[in-house]
């Protein structure tokens, strides 16, 4: 969402690090998608640190273009579901640009219901 395409540089090792972190983590966790071995999606969700928030999870999912539309989103939000019932979260977030027009439909298959929006916060071109 922050990053245009060919702009973020990805270190493969740090990467790897945060990764590890979160598999660690009780209240947090990763899904993926693939397709013939290719990723085609993935779902982060990340628990707080504080025992207030510890129930509260954010959420960053991602689709490769080619593969909306076909219930991988959904799917990884089915995995998500099971999860979450297991650790008693009771609160996923997320964050998403109001041009997203199909990250907005599977927010709201899922029940996310819109909390407020921040305007200009990024430029989009």
Known sequence: MLWEAGERKVDFENQAKRIEAIKKRENSTIFVAEQSKELVGFLF????DAIRIKHS?????????NYRGQGIGTKL????ERWDKER??????????SLNAAGLSLYKKQEFEIEGTKEKKFIIY
């Open 88 to 97: 008693r979260v009771h609160r996923l977030k997320l964050t998403v640009v």
């Open 45 to 48: 969700a990340m628990g707080g």
């Open 77 to 80: 939000f089915e995995h998500l």
């Open 57 to 65: 999870v954010n959420i960053v999912v991602g689709i490769s273009t």
